[in-house]
């Protein structure tokens, strides 16, 4: 009977360790801070949607990545809660096509007040091409 509490006792004490080691570096890891965070690519806008329209395999490369890209924006769209630039290529069955990037929420004041003729830079991190857009998160701009 000694025998099984012993036991018992190791497998309490490994699934304790075992919770607090998931607590620590889980749940409790700092969220990355993409406004300060270095590029891993640059390259412009029209050239990254070609990339993922194409099904290239070099496209691969950008997924979970912070990537800059820069071009001419075609519009912005916002709501109460998020802004949204759009750099459009093409022109599909549900609208435009290309790049979207959603703003964190401290340029929203700046991305509203930008001109649709300049040539801007914005950093983001890339989470994929949905068949349609290739959408990037967590964007701010690039002052040049």
């Known amino acids: 009977m000694e025998k099984i509490f012993k ?3 190791v497998f309490a004490v490994l699934g304790i360790m075992a919770v ?4 620590f570096f889980v749940y409790n890891k700092p969220h990355r801070n993409y406004e ?6 640059t390259l412009s806008a029209e ?5 993922y329209s194409d099904g290239s395999e070099e496209s691969l490369q950008y997924l979970d990545k912070v990537l800059q890209v820069e ?17 459009a290529f093409n022109s599909g069955m549900f609208g435009d096509e290309g790049i ?3 703003m964190l929420p401290n340029y929203h004041d700046r991305t509203t ?5 300049e040539n801007i830079s914005i950093k983001g991190y890339c989470t994929g091409y949905n068949g349609t ?4 998160e967590h964007c701010s701009l690039i002052t040049q």
Not at 36 to 41: G, I, L, P, R, V
Not at 47 to 51: M, P, S, T
Not at 113 to 117: P, R, Y
């Open 113 to 117: 007040n930008l001109e649709l003729s």
């Open 71 to 87: 071009g001419v924006p075609s519009s912005i769209e916002s709501t109460n809660s998020s802004v949204i630039v759009v750099f």
């Open 100 to 102: 979207r990037c959603t």
């Open 47 to 51: 050239a990254c949607y070609n990339h």
């Open 7 to 9: 036991i018992g006792g």
């Open 133 to 136: 857009d290739v959408i990037l």
């Open 20 to 23: 607090v080691y998931i607590w």
């Open 36 to 41: 300060k965070a270095e590029a891993d690519f």
